[in-house]
């Protein structure tokens, strides 16, 4: 008996176990904005000797941990060019014409899914 699989149905299963095994331990959408906001305004305390002395500096600007945060915002906002990669699958050569049109058919919308959640401006 053959399972019959739609592509919607594949592409609507793709990164849910991930996005609910993560939500699971509390590591939401809010979550991690919360987090990057933090990381966008980040602060650091240095410390010097003075004559024996430690001398602590008021809070400065943590421009390497900023820099990083902008760079992964800026990356989830689709704010820089999306980034190729090339797939490639041995199929089966048992596999029919009809079979490997559906695989190709869900492979080219997984990729513009990919596409469109990555930089939203791109029209396909």
């Known amino acids: ?13 793709l990164g849910t176990p991930l996005i609910k095994a993560l939500g699971v331990r509390g590591i939401t959408l809010p979550f991690l904005a919360k987090k990057l906001k933090t990381e966008l305004e980040a602060t650091q305390v240095k410390a010097f000797i003075d004559g ?4 602590y500096s008021r809070p400065l600007e943590a421009w390497d941990v900023r820099q990083r945060a902008r760079i992964d915002a800026q990356k989830l ?28 058919q869900v492979a080219v ?11 939203p401006k791109v029209d396909d």
């Open 1 to 13: 008996m053959k399972h019959e699989i739609s592509k919607k149905d594949v592409l609507d299963g």
């Open 77 to 104: 906002l689709g704010l820089y060019p999306v980034e190729k990669y090339e797939v490639r699958a041995d199929v089966a050569s048992q596999t029919s014409d009809e079979e490997r049109d559906f695989l190709h």
């Open 52 to 55: 024996g002395k430690v001398i």
């Open 109 to 119: 919308e997984v990729a513009q899914r990919i596409r469109r959640e990555r930089n």
